[in-house]
């Protein structure tokens, strides 16, 4: 613990000042501090440097508002609503899996009630067919959701990549139809960028894959 | 039959030492962000994540925080769990981009003088810039470990939120500390 010069070495005093060492350790540097001023001052200068950087970490101004709570939990509730049996989880974002989940995909998306419309983007396969209720956010098309506000403002959008159950895109008129047998899974979710709105509430969707 | 509720340990900070909440995780989440949202923004400002892209990582953070809590996910250390999530969205994640690798701690993070005098704020700001040029010369990592702990954690929870050994925390510590000693 002590040095050849027989003072704590300043690894030693850190530790002791973080408490981060055994009660044996520690009683024997507090020990040694009590009889050596040169330990004690250099134990002093460290707790003060570390005060300092404590204040200036408190002091970083902060931007979150107080409204920014309020969509996560709107968003937060809106997920545990529709999450059981049939809820859209969140994908922990990983390129590497989605790039090779999109490689295989064979869809087709199908939009009620109508079937006429415009070929949405990035989806190989899809036949769009319903209501041509599509926006564009941040260069990426999103299909608007039934229960979507026009109201809302779109300016700080969230987009969330999200697996959605088919089941559920079904409930908010967005329906996928196997191209093939083993697409036909009634369980099966899909990747999907959701966009949310400032109230916490899914605006629009946009898949990407499976 | 109704599930029991969950009881989580919110262990290893200054505020939830010893505290044990027993509620939802929606409840869970919506406690945490009550407590952490600011310190969190804060830790992100000061590793260089810009404003927007902070409001974002933080957002996301505590989303996926409820899905691990959903989930029956770890819950021993949310702190630490939520710290490390945000740290590689805001280093590996899309909002990389907005991550300066420098970090310097000018203009990103004016900081609010408390000094009751003209005179006294002067000294204060000078002794503060001082501070900040210092943390502004040690390394990436020093300067995280540096944070966190200002913000409370013991080193083996820098250590999980870093992905570093406990003991590469507390000589990164040790070495960092030693350059603002003799800088200040």
Partial sequence: ?210 | MTRPPQTIALSGSKWDAGCVVDSSPYRIVLEFYDRERLALERYLRLVGVEVDACRDIVHEAFLKLYEHLLANGDATNLRAWLYRVSHNLAMNGRHAAHTRRTEPLSEAVEPVSSAASPEKAILEREADLTLRNAMNELTPNQRRCLILRAQGFKYRQIAEILQLSTSAVAETVQRALGVLKKAV
């Fill in chain 1, 1 to 210: 613990m002590k040095e050849a010069s027989g003072h704590v070495a300043n690894d030693v005093l850190i530790r002791f000042l973080d408490e981060e060492m055994s009660p044996v350790e520690a009683n024997l540097v507090e020990a040694h501090l009590t009889v050596c001023e040169e330990c004690k001052a250099r134990y002093r200068e460290f707790g003060a440097v570390s005060v300092r950087v404590e204040a200036l970490v408190s002091s970083v101004p902060v931007s979150i508002a107080d409204g920014e709570r309020d969509v996560l939990a709107r968003q937060l509730h809106l997920s545990k609503k529709i999450k059981s049996p049939r809820g859209w989880t969140r994908f922990a974002s990983g390129a590497g899996w989605s790039l090779a989940a999109a490689a295989g995909l064979v869809l087709a998306l199908l939009f009620l009630p109508g079937r006429h419309g415009t070929t949405m983007s990035r989806m190989p396969g899809i036949i769009d067919a319903g209501r041509p209720q599509t926006f564009q956010v941040s260069g990426e098309t999103f299909v608007a959701l039934p229960y979507s506000n026009a109201e809302i403002p779109v300016s700080a959008p969230h987009i969330v990549e999200m697996q959605v159950p088919v089941s559920s895109l079904s409930e908010a008129g967005v329906i996928f139809e196997p191209v093939s047998l083993e697409q036909a899974n009634p369980d099966r979710a899909v990747l999907a960028d959701v966009l949310f709105g400032v109230d916490g509430e899914p605006l629009g969707v946009h898949v990407i894959g499976e």
